[in-house]
């Protein structure tokens, strides 16, 4: 690992999550010292944006565009674009898929995914409660479920308690489910993909080494990212687990973590 934080010039990446990483869920806005930092970083180095979410949807793109990242690693690394070009699409077996949704619905699970600007969730119900309680309202667009079995899924989202990830693992070891921060659900993805996959796929395209890379992340679906980039950043509201896989923990992100971890690792002092 390389921790002394000497990453410069285009040659290197610097890798964001979004949720609860730049994106603070209290206010559901992106702190300003969080984009003065990305705002710092982006003359000298690549910035990229590694997400569970695809943040081509309707409820991401704004942030998207806010960011404006040189690429962006989608749906924990089965999709992977730099600006316009795809460079990577991997779609879940289509058999899996429709035993996950068949497992959902028996044993009713909120089980789903958007797509298109259209929410298709298995057993809404437990979704809907979640929104209001988190933000307050519901503004999702919710379709038919069964149109899942028909169509192509990159990854699923699972809204619920810890039990349903428990009760999904034990049927399911094609897949792993790494839980929000806030233990509210999980992403489902094949054992194969990670965001990290995403960074190494992007190292390749620009022809970077990967130890010229940093991560930030805060949940656990960012461990494999923080172990193979050059330095694993963990914010100070990540989940423990996170924290100690981590090479440097920073503050919290209503601390101005980024920023703060920015200075520690001395990024800025080539301006």
Avoid at 127 to 140: M, N, S
Wanted: hydrophobic share 40%; with cysteine; aromatic share 10%.
């Amino acid at each position: 690992m390389q921790t002394e934080g000497k990453i410069q010039d285009r040659r290197s990446i610097i890798s964001f999550d979004l949720d609860m990483t730049l994106l603070d869920h209290r206010t559901y806005q992106i702190p300003d010292s969080a984009m003065k930092a990305v705002e710092r970083l982006r003359e000298n180095h690549r910035i990229v944006i590694a997400s569970g979410r695809d943040m081509d949807n309707y409820y991401s793109c704004d942030f998207r565009d806010q960011l404006r990242p040189d690429g962006i690693i989608h749906l924990n690394g089965t999709k992977v674009t730099v600006g316009q070009e795809l460079i990577y699409n991997h779609f879940m077996d289509q058999g899996l898929l429709h035993e996950l949704l068949c497992f959902a619905m028996e044993h009713g699970l909120s089980l789903g995914v958007t797509i298109d600007g259209k929410d298709y969730y298995t057993c809404p119900d437990a979704v809907i409660a979640h929104d209001k309680k988190k933000w307050g309202d519901v503004g999702r667009r919710f379709a038919d479920a069964d149109k899942l079995f028909s169509m192509e899924v990159r990854t699923l989202a699972y809204i619920g308690d810890e039990e349903g990830v428990k009760l999904l693992e034990q049927h399911f070891p094609q897949v792993k489910c790494p839980m929000f921060a806030g233990k509210v659900g999980a992403d489902i993805v094949e054992q194969e993909a990670s965001k990290a996959e995403g960074l190494k796929r992007l190292c390749s395209y620009w022809g970077i080494d990967i130890r010229n890379t940093a991560a930030f992340g805060d949940s656990m679906n960012d461990v494999e990212i923080l172990k193979e980039a050059g330095i694993g950043i963990a914010m100070g509201n990540s989940v423990e687990e996170l924290k100690k896989e981590a090479d440097y923990v920073a503050p919290h992100i209503r601390e101005d973590g980024v920023y703060r971890a920015c200075v520690h690792f001395r990024w800025f002092d080539c301006f």
